[in-house]
């Protein structure tokens, strides 16, 4: 199964793709409309238009350090998951979404890294928890999103993993707790992006490491813009062997030219390396 990831809207009807996401708000703040034939996606907690407008909103560390665009290991500013009124409004735009169209993506899901967060709201927060340790309680802020958003959705719940399958990581790194989570999820979706896909080794790696974390289904997003349509196929004939799906993201053209190419080479009889070749 094959789909894109889009912010224009026409794209998603594409024939060639069997599934269409289309982003509502992005990590930039940039929201639009809900469409009714694809799938919408929500950046849940990353958000430079929110950070810029109320600072107090973003995450910070024991000294202090915001987890915005500031620090180096940031690409965008992220919002304190512990904030209801945040919460609230990320449900309304949810809410937007199952108005056109039952199935909903959750993007951006999580604490920004393990230090985070520290501000005055998660202080209190986990005082007056029932925990004893604070990654627990910061598992179980992620947690209970996931299950209020999911309950929210009628149709299928996607929700997006940081590309990281090593046991723990994803609970140290952003709260996540796959095992919980997993409860109210149908399908992940893991991005495993590269400027180039020159070898596709790594991609294995990463693919084999989520299908055996997960029991859940999971789809593989590979980055099409600007990539080479020969190198984007082996990219994707990896990448389907363990994922249920396979999406193009933010370069329909690209993704729509490597499955043409790839159905036309099937046709003559033409291979693209074994999957997992170093050389491939």
Not at 103 to 123: N, T, W
Not at 168 to 195: K, M, S
Not at 212 to 227: G, K, Q
Request: net charge negative.
């Amino acid at each position: 199964m094959y789909g894109v990831v889009t912010r224009n809207a026409e794209e998603v009807r594409w024939p060639e793709f069997d599934r269409g996401f289309y982003e509502v708000k992005d990590v930039t703040g940039r929201s639009a409309e809900p469409i009714e034939d694809g799938v919408n996606m929500v950046s849940c907690f990353g958000d430079n238009a929110a950070a810029d407008a109320d600072p107090s909103l973003v995450p910070v560390d024991d000294m202090g350090r915001p987890a915005d665009r500031e620090r180096s290991y940031f690409d965008w500013a992220y919002i304190c998951p512990s904030r209801k009124d945040y919460r609230q409004g990320l449900f309304e735009v949810i809410d937007d979404c199952v108005a056109e169209n039952e199935d909903v993506r959750l993007d951006d899901i999580g604490f920004p890294r393990a230090e985070y967060c520290r501000c005055g709201v998660c202080e209190q927060a986990f005082a007056e928890s029932e925990y004893d340790d604070r990654m627990d309680w910061r598992a179980s802020v992620i947690t209970e999103f996931v299950a209020e958003a999911a309950d929210r959705i009628p149709g299928t719940v996607y929700m997006t993993l940081y590309p990281d399958p090593y046991p723990g990581h994803l609970y140290e790194r952003a709260g996540i707790d796959l095992e919980a989570v997993a409860e109210h999820v149908d399908e992940f979706v893991v991005p495993l992006y590269d400027t180039a896909y020159g070898t596709t080794y790594w991609l294995e790696t990463i693919a084999k490491g989520f299908e055996s974390a997960l029991e859940t289904p999971f789809n593989i997003e590979l980055y099409a813009v600007n990539i080479d349509v020969e190198n984007l196929i082996h990219a994707l004939e990896v990448a389907e062997e363990y994922a249920e799906g396979v999406f193009f993201g933010y370069d329909a053209s690209k993704g729509r030219a490597a499955l043409r190419r790839m159905q036309a080479d099937e046709r003559e009889g033409v291979t693209h390396g074994e999957p997992g070749d170093p050389d491939a």
